[in-house]
């Protein structure tokens, strides 16, 4: 396996993990203010509302990550 097959299977790795990781985070904020708003607390704090959006960011980059990872590799090793 040459080395720019080997960074477009790791990049795609990463890519995938940011993916799971923001999907969960989307869940685990939007469960989180359900929660709170259900709850006499009033809105929650800061953190409650931002985590969700974090959670979409997360897996904007992780699908760009899985979509350009060809590119990126290609960029990466260009000289080689």
């Known amino acids: ?4 097959q080997l960074a477009n299977v790791l990049i795609k790795i990463l890519g995938l993990y ?3 990781d ?3 985070r989307i869940v685990s904020g939007v469960l989180n203010l359900l929660a709170v708003m ?3 607390s009033g809105f929650g704090s800061f953190y409650t509302w931002v985590a969700p959006f974090t959670g979409m960011i997360l897996a904007a980059i992780g ?3 899985v979509l350009l990872s ?3 590799a290609d ?3 260009k000289d080689e």
């Open 75 to 77: 960029t990466l090793f």
């Open 70 to 72: 060809r590119v990126l």
């Open 1 to 4: 396996m040459k080395q720019n």
């Open 63 to 65: 699908l760009l990550f």
């Open 18 to 20: 940011f993916l799971v």
């Open 38 to 40: 259900t709850s006499r």
């Open 22 to 24: 923001g999907f969960v």
